[in-house]
């Protein structure tokens, strides 16, 4: 039986870079955006949030996944990548509703806001 508050409003993948790496996450970000009506929630070069280190941050709907997951699959570059869902449990969707692509990243998810804040929903 589905729940009605597992409702999920689109998804958010995290590609974690170093300073080495920026500049393959930057390239990411320009073929993502190039091949999908994604939006690029930006880059953080220091923590943020449960993102112990520097991540890009992009945005996509539920029927955008079947196509962008696939393709950071292949695109990756070797990094490594968190996709998770926006449902009305953000520390549910950061751990056991996650999926990673490449080594996880421990997380700090005590500091989670239980819901998320419209800026961080897919506008399409």
Same mark, same amino acid.
């Given at each position: 039986?589905?729940?009605?508050?597992?409702?999920?409003s689109? *998804?958010?993948?995290? @590609? *974690? *870079?170093?300073?080495?790496?920026?500049?393959?996450?930057?390239?990411?970000?320009?073929?993502?955006?190039?091949?999908?009506? @994604?939006?690029i929630?930006?880059?953080?070069?220091?923590? @943020?949030?449960?993102?112990p280190?520097?991540?890009l941050?992009?945005i996509?709907?539920?029927?955008?996944?079947?196509? @962008?997951?696939?393709?950071?699959?292949?695109?990756?570059d070797?990094?490594?990548?968190?996709?998770?869902?926006?449902?009305?449990?953000?520390?549910?969707?950061?751990?056991?509703?996650?999926?990673?692509?490449?080594?996880p990243?421990?997380l700090?998810?005590?500091?989670?806001?239980?819901?998320?804040?419209?800026?961080?929903?897919p506008?399409?």
């Open positions: 039986m589905h729940d009605q508050s597992n409702r999920i689109g *998804y958010h993948a995290h @590609v *974690y *870079y170093a300073s080495e790496t920026r500049p393959a996450a930057e390239r990411l970000a320009a073929s993502i955006a190039e091949n999908f009506a @994604v939006e929630g930006g880059f953080f070069d220091e923590p @943020v949030g449960p993102h280190v520097a991540n941050q992009i996509f709907t539920t029927a955008q996944f079947a196509n @962008v997951v696939p393709w950071l699959m292949q695109s990756r070797g990094l490594d990548v968190l996709i998770h869902p926006l449902t009305d449990d953000s520390v549910r969707d950061h751990a056991p509703q996650a999926l990673w692509l490449g080594t990243v421990p700090k998810l005590h500091g989670l806001r239980p819901t998320y804040r419209p800026e961080l929903l506008t399409a």
